[in-house]
Structures are given as structure tokens and as C-alpha cells.
């Protein structure tokens, strides 16, 4: 859509801020990472937010999960999650290389349990259709689970590996990404964005989360998520290495470690759009956890948080071009998968901004105009709408 | 030990702060009721704390109970416990007549109960005890409890009233003790006392819950207690009126209802000296909740908190003079009732202050001196001491 930008000699803007090339409405993730590849090709950036990563990635437990995440009927969002997860490495690498942060970036992989036999048969129709999709999963025996996770419990049935299931710290990838953009030149500016029409851009991405639905009548939903973060005592690390995803009593939950001592426990899906922490959430939660782990029922229990993921009719991201509103591009609607789609929705979306990559196939499943699109703020005729 | 003082106008001394009469270290309930007290008869009280209110009875449920924790063993306790209960009603009257506050004080009543067979047969045993004691404990039925209380679980399987059994908010308490404290003239000074020396008063009375060990060589030690609040949604009143406590699959836990919204879910009793909460110990209060009251599970859990009681040897408070150290007065030890002994602590000290109430009966089984002391900071002879 636009031209590259006039080159500066460093690949950054940081004289008089003139009217931006391109302004990005949301500073999570994705609106970030955009910002960081837009500037790095020149292009002067904006990012408006009053609160960077304040919303569902400060929830997010970070798994980049494109195999454990292959559910029956997503065969499309699988292939851009794989697509995604396969660029994870690269772009943890030059993050890191940009800032010299640490986003926590790990790649133990994934074991995928089941506790009881209900569990497990549970498991295995998922794990059978993920290996007949070609990807990577290992079925463990019960021997082979506990030489990996030695404090699973006892009672846990079976398992499987997904080895290239990784996982990122959200909070320090926004913090690294944030330090990233600015150093590429591209300006914060910490202040809400009410309508498309206040902000003055060449093109205008909306990487808002549930926010772009108010802002371009696009049917992304809030999908409550209640996440845990427990605290090994002692201030070591958890006593685990993988994240460790499973069925406990029909309960699904998983569980992810940090370096730090950190244990990211979650996560409710409901289809609500209050923040409220629940007794029922955190007692359903903390059962499967401690059924699953029993260690963890003497860890600290140091947050509790609920966050609101953008969903869609689909599940599936809103990449794109908004029909009827010229310069204007979305990319939302990442449901549980915002961070780790972050990589390849950067990657397409700056794509399309340089106009170089308009024909990109990986966006056809994900263009906006699949759906009917609402005036925005206008309530009429939902009730045929296809997200109903 | 003192003279009733000069009488003022009003019994306010509001003019300049002369050395008080008395000096007060620790400025939760029974160390704010004491000067309150003591204020009421004309003395010139002082009370040192850097934070009011923020220690055990910031946690405290407010249970007023001496009928439910009458407890084998503790006949002496159960005593003192009756004689304050029976205080309470003209103690929140007294106090809501001075202060205009409400103290959410409610004499619906304590309803136990037992969830499996196990935990009835269980229950059975301490309310025939208590019934022996000559308390009042009316077994129900189930229909009548159900008619008491429709919330509860189907599957609750007996229960009995303790409708002497009432509770207070000890938050609302500490607000309105210290209003009346400050209306009747007693000074607060905000700063920690480090040691007994650095007061000057005629007599000084520690009520410094767990630090009174520090101060004074006495054996409190630190019992935690890690307490929930949850909160009903829509901000009404909980779907429940009595107190309820009660064994589920043999974990003890016990809900306070306010007309807040507010429900308290408590709590453990664990000998720890750490304020942290545990993912096992909100587990197994949650589990315990909702298996009595399932409503609460759609309930917002709105703050986990833990607490350090102050335990002595023998479960029961230390009332009096330290042998010793004239002109200390002892008021701590008080455990896990706190709130309920308060008006008879309050009574009791101020009697041996004020020279009226050396000869009180109920006092002797409390004394200092039916401990060993340690010098105030010293370790030796811990080991032969009488609470290992």
C-alpha cells in the first residue's frame, strides 16, 4: 500500500515527528511487533495506547503451542500457527539481538498428559488427529513421562511429547518489543483512540483486541480467560522443565514454568466480558494443577488475573484490509493465539503496508471481508450476523 | 494499680499530653478497647503502633463463638470465652453509641455441620461435649437446616444451631475502637515500640499480639492463618444468613456472611511465621466452601490473606502482670479469639489498672507467671521451655 519510506542513514526517525506513514491503534504484541518491522523498513511509526500491554497478553501464558493448539475443524489457523511458531526462533533471536532483553524464551517443549483413563482416551483421539495432520507428536509410555517430569503424579495415565511447542515470557516480549520499536523510532502515544477518524496516518492498523470492534464494527468478541501465577517457595526454579498441558477429570489446564520460579496456571474460556476473578474458576484451576502436579499445592499462590481475548466467529485472526475503508488494515481477533501468531501477523501485515506482500496466500483463509461487517458502534441486524 | 485519674469535664483530656498513666503497645482491637477503657475512667492513655488495625484482626473472620469453639481441654478457655460473648451485645451497642458506626454486628446464629457420614459422626462427638458443658447446641435435622439455610449442599448431611453464636466485622470493629479511643481522649502514636523502655508511662500494657514475644520474654509464637474473601456477584447480599461451620470430607472451614456481599472462608492453622499464601491452602478452603455452599462457587474472589495469631502454650491468652517487670501488664496470647475476648480484656486490664479488679477470679487461670519467661529477646533454655 505505501512505498518504502525515504531511507535515514540508521533506519530511524528520531527528528521532528512529522505525520506518520503508519499508525498503529493497540500496543500489545502485535501492534508492537508491526510498529518494530514497519520502522525497521523505514516507514515512520505511531503507536497510540494509553496502557501498553495491558491487555490479553498481560493474561497470556505465552505457549507457542501450534501442535497442542490443532483442534478438529481449524486445519487453516493450524497451518499459519505452525507457520508462525516455525518463525519464533528467528524473531526471539533478533529481539534479543535489538535489546539484550531476556523474553523468557524456552523450548523444552510440551507433554501433553492425560490423569485418568477417561482423560487419556480424551487425549488420544486429539493426538491422533494432530500426528494425521503430520505433526509432531511423540506418545509417551507412562515410564517414559515421568523420566522427563519426575514430579507428574502418580496417577497420571499417559502422555505425549510435542517437542516444538516452545514458550515466551508475554510480559517480557512486550517489554522487549516496546524497547525495540522505540529504538527503531517509533513513537508511543499514550493516549486512547476513540474513533479511526482521530488519527492522522498513510495507513492505519487496528491491533486493538476486542477493542477493534468498536472501532471498525468487525465481530471480534471478549472470551474471558482466568489465569494463576504460582511462586515456588524458596525462590528456585519450578520443579519441572516442559509445559505440561492436560486433561485432569474432564478439567483442561495447563501449566507453564518460568526460569524466575514462576508457574503460569490456566485457563478458563467463557464468554463473558468482566475482568472478575471467580471462587469456582480458581478452585476448578488449582484441582487439576495439584491433581496433575502435586508439588504445586505448596507453591505460592502470588496473582490471580483475567484478561479478554478478541474472538472471532471462526477462531481464526482478522488479517487485512478493512472492505469500504481505505488505508485501514486489521490484525485482530488472535483469540489464544495472539502471541505466538505475533511473528508471522507482523511479517504479513508490514507485507502488506511496503505493498510486497499483497499476494500472499498465507492471508486468503484470514482476509475481514469473510465476514459481514458491522457500521461501528451500530447495534442492527446482529442478530444475523455470522458471529451468532 | 493506678488510682482512677483527676476527672476531667468530660472525661477527655484533650489539652496538652502530659507522661501518660498508660501506655498501650499495639493498637488492634483489644489494645485500642483497653484504652478506650481506660480513657472512659478518666486516665491519660497512649497508644503506640505504626499500623492500626493491620495485624491479626485485619485477617480475623469475627466469629463469635464460644459455643463452636468450646473444644475438648479447654474448659478454662471456654469460660472466659462465654463471659466475653455475653459482653459483646452491650459492647457493640456502647460502641455504635459513641462512634455512630456500624460494626456489622449479627446475631443470626452459627449453624455446624458435617458433609459425609464421617464428618457428622465427627462433629457429633464435639457437640455432645459441648452440650455437656452445658452449652447451647440444638441438633437439626436436615429439613430444619435446609429451612434455615436452602444453600446448602443437597448433600450436607446433618447439623446443629449455636444461637448464641454471633460475629462482628473486626475491619469495622478497629475503625470504630479507634474513633471511640480518639473521641474519649487517648493519644495514638504512630511508631513502633522496639522495647518496654522506650515508654514512659505510669503502666504499660502490651498488646502487641505476636510481637508481645519480643517485648516481654513471653512464649507467643506466630500461628498463621490464611483466610479468602469472596464477594457475591451483583452486589448483593450472600445467598446465606447464619454463620455456617462445618466438616467437609474432614477439612474444617467456615463462612461468615455480611450484608456487604462479602463472605469469609477461613481458615488454616498452620505453626509457619510467613504471610504467604499457598495454591494448597486456597485449594482446600475453596473445596471445602463449595462442597458446603455451591453458590460459591459463582462468587468473586476478591482478596486471599494470611495472618499471624498469637499462640501460647496452652491455646489461652495472657491477662495480667509480668512477673518481674512492675507496672507491665500482659493482654495478648489470644489466638484464634481475639475478637470475641476483646470486651472482657478490655475489662479485665483496665480492673488491675485502675486498682478495682486485682481480685477477679476469672483472671487467675490466665496469668503470666503459669509460663516460664524467657529475657526479652534471648534464645537460651528455649528447648526446656514449656512450648516445645
Not at 533471536?93 to 523474553?103: C, F, S, V, W, Y
Not at 486433561?247 to 463473558?272: I, K
Amino acid at each position: 500500500m505505501l512505498k518504502r519510506g525515504p531511507s535515514s542513514t540508521a533506519g530511524v526517525n528520531r527528528g521532528p515527528f512529522l505525520t506518520p506513514d503508519v499508525a498503529v491503534v493497540g500496543a500489545g504484541p502485535v501492534g508492537l511487533a508491526i510498529a518494530w518491522r514497519c520502522a525497521q523498513r523505514g516507514l515512520r511509526v505511531a503507536v497510540h495506547d494509553p496502557a501498553p500491554g495491558s491487555g490479553a497478553s498481560y493474561v497470556a501464558a505465552g505457549m507457542l503451542a501450534p501442535v497442542a493448539e490443532a483442534y478438529f475443524g481449524e486445519r487453516e489457523l493450524t497451518g499459519l500457527l505452525t507457520e508462525s511458531a516455525g518463525r519464533w526462533p528467528g524473531f526471539a533471536a533478533e529481539l534479543t539481538e535489538a535489546t539484550g532483553a531476556d523474553i523468557g524464551y524456552r523450548t523444552e517443549g510440551t507433554l501433553m498428559v492425560g490423569l485418568t483413563a477417561d482423560d487419556l482416551a480424551e487425549a488420544r483421539r486429539l493426538w491422533a488427529y494432530q500426528q494425521g495432520l503430520g505433526l509432531p507428536v511423540t506418545p509417551l509410555r507412562p515410564s517414559q513421562l515421568r523420566e522427563r517430569e519426575p514430579a507428574l503424579a502418580p496417577g497420571v495415565r499417559g502422555g505425549a511429547l510435542a517437542v516444538t511447542d516452545h514458550q515466551v515470557d508475554p510480559r517480557r516480549l512486550v517489554a522487549a518489543l516496546r524497547g525495540a520499536a522505540e529504538r527503531a523510532g517509533v513513537l508511543l502515544v499514550p493516549e486512547p483512540v476513540r474513533q479511526l477518524s482521530d488519527v492522522a496516518a498513510g495507513v492505519t492498523v487496528v491491533a486493538a483486541g476486542c477493542g477493534a470492534a468498536a472501532l471498525t464494527g468487525l465481530p471480534v468478541r471478549p472470551v474471558k480467560g482466568q489465569v494463576l501465577r504460582l511462586r515456588a517457595s524458596g525462590g528456585g526454579p519450578p520443579g519441572f522443565r516442559h509445559v505440561i498441558r492436560g486433561y485432569a477429570d474432564g478439567e483442561h489446564v495447563y501449566l507453564v514454568p518460568r526460569d524466575s520460579g514462576e508457574v503460569v496456571v490456566g485457563a478458563t474460556v467463557e464468554e463473558r466480558s468482566d475482568v472478575d476473578i471467580s471462587a469456582g474458576a480458581v478452585l476448578r484451576l488449582l484441582r487439576a494443577a495439584v491433581d496433575l502436579l502435586p508439588e504445586l499445592a505448596e507453591y505460592d499462590l502470588v496473582e490471580t488475573v483475567a484478561g479478554l481475548r478478541p474472538g472471532t466467529p471462526d477462531n481464526a485472526p482478522i488479517l487485512g484490509p478493512l472492505p469500504d475503508r481505505p488505508g485501514v488494515l486489521a490484525a485482530t481477533g488472535h483469540h489464544r493465539h495472539g502471541i505466538v501468531l505475533t511473528p508471522v501477523t507482523a511479517d504479513l501485515i508490514t507485507g502488506l503496508i511496503t505493498g510486497e506482500g499483497a499476494d500472499e496466500p498465507l492471508l486468503t483463509p484470514f482476509r475481514a471481508d469473510r465476514f459481514r461487517i458491522h457500521s461501528a458502534g451500530s447495534e442492527q441486524s446482529r442478530e444475523d450476523d455470522a458471529w451468532n
